[in-house]
Structures are given as C-alpha cells and as structure tokens.
C-alpha cells in the first residue's frame, strides 16, 4: 500500500469521519463529516469537509495555504513555501494544527506510520463498501490503528481507524475513502480559492483545530 501510494503523482477521493469524543459524563460521542481531496504531488493540495458544524474548504498551491469557512465567511491563509510533507510538519509543529490521517498522503506512509509500531497483527480480509481488502492492526505506546487495505492492483487504504489510548473511553478517528482516483482518473484542479466578497480574514492563531470540536462540546460550552 504505502509503495502503491507513494508512486502515484495525483491522487483523489471522497471520504466520510467520524471523530469520538468522551463527554465528563464518560459518554461516547461520534461527530461525523464527509469530503474530498485532490492531491498532486509535490505540492498542491485541495480539500474540502462538510460535517453539521462547519463547511471548510482548503488548497494549498506550493506556497500558501488557504482556509475557508464557508458556513462563517471566514478565511486564513499561511505563508508556507515546500511540498505536502513539509506542509504537514508546518501544521503539526508550528501551528500546532496536525491535520487528520496526514500520514497516508506523505511521500513515504511507511516511513511516518511505522517507527513507533510494537505490535502488527493480520487479521485476514474484510469487506468495506463492497471491496475486499485486507485486515491489519497495529500499536504503538499512545494509540492502536487499524487499516483495511483494498486487494488487487489497487491497493489503497479504504478505512483507517486510530484508537487514542491515553484518553478515558478509548476514542476514535475513523476515515473511510471512497471514489478512487489515481493519475490521468483524476480531474484537473486549479488549486485556487476564490474568497467571497466580505469574508473576514483570521490570523493564523486564531484558525480552529482542523479536526474541530465544536464549541458546544467544550466544557464551557457543554449541553
């Protein structure tokens, strides 16, 4: 899989989260989203993710990053020359804004999903939305993941599941991908944003965490 994805130069797809979240009550909460990502490598990105409390829309182009909150006309754009992967170690170390199951869309997935692996096990085939893909699970000290991984010629990952071991209630982040694409499949992409007239621009401070939990689910903001 990580060999398969590292040698694709476009990639595209559609996919649905769902992020836990444990209340103080110690109860299970799942927030759900869907989106899409184009991606073209080394250096442009697109995404989109639409859940029931915001509709951001993000495009990288090799030098900005740009940040739209469509349900809020709000925008942020950072300064951050290079290629995806140095974007994702911008996010995570300067911004402090690590970006969801960034790991499969580096340039060697191997190389960020394995150096703290203690455990592998093969836990044969599943079938996720009517394709057959094999069943691995993993740990490492703070978190378990799981990884169902299309069989054939195309084998891309169509769910990851991590599991936050350090947080009461065990919670989880679960991507599935749908919709593959990969080289001439995928549709071209200017990456551009156009930003509404009237949108209010955040500094880079202020922009939410990317995997957002809403206000209402903060302790102050508890219902």
Same mark, same amino acid.
């Given at each position: 899989?990580?060999?398969? %994805? ?6 595209? &797809? ?15 909460? @799942? ?5 899409? =990502? ?6 442009? %990105?697109? +995404?989109?993710?639409?859940?029931? &409390? ?10 900005? =990053? ?48 394995? !150096? ?16 057959? $893909? ?6 490492? /000290? ?10 054939? +010629?195309?084998?891309?990952? $169509? ?11 065990? !919670?989880?982040?679960? =991507? ?14 200017? &990456? ?6 009237? +949108? /209010? ?15 209402? &689910?903060? !302790?102050? @903001?508890?219902?």
């Amino acid at each position: 899989m990580s060999d398969y %994805l590292a040698g694709q130069k476009a990639i595209s &797809f559609d996919y649905d989260s769902n992020l836990e979240i444990v209340s103080t009550q110690q109860q299970k909460i @799942g927030l759900a989203s869907s989106g899409t =990502l184009t991606l073209n490598r080394p250096e442009k %990105l697109h +995404a989109t993710r639409n859940g029931g &409390f915001t509709n951001v829309e993000m495009v990288f182009d090799g030098k900005t =990053l740009t940040l739209l909150g469509k349900n809020t006309n709000l925008y942020a754009q950072v300064e951050a020359p290079g290629t995806i992967d140095q974007l994702v170690d911008v996010l995570r170390d300067k911004y402090h804004r690590p970006v969801p199951a960034a790991d499969l869309l580096m340039s060697d997935p191997y190389k960020e999903l394995m !150096p703290l692996v203690t455990d592998v096990k093969d836990l044969g085939s599943g079938v996720i939305h009517g394709m057959e $893909c094999d069943h691995l699970a993993f740990r490492t /000290k703070e978190v378990d993941w799981q990884i169902w991984i299309g069989q054939g +010629a195309r084998p891309y990952p $169509c769910r990851y599941v991590i599991t936050s071991k350090n947080v009461t209630g065990w !919670p989880q982040y679960t =991507l599935d991908i749908t919709a593959w694409k990969a080289g001439t499949e995928v549709a071209a992409d200017g &990456f551009k944003l156009e930003i509404p007239s009237g +949108a /209010k621009k955040l500094t880079a401070d202020r922009v939410p965490d990317l995997n957002e939990i809403p206000g209402i &689910f903060s !302790p102050k @903001g508890a219902k």
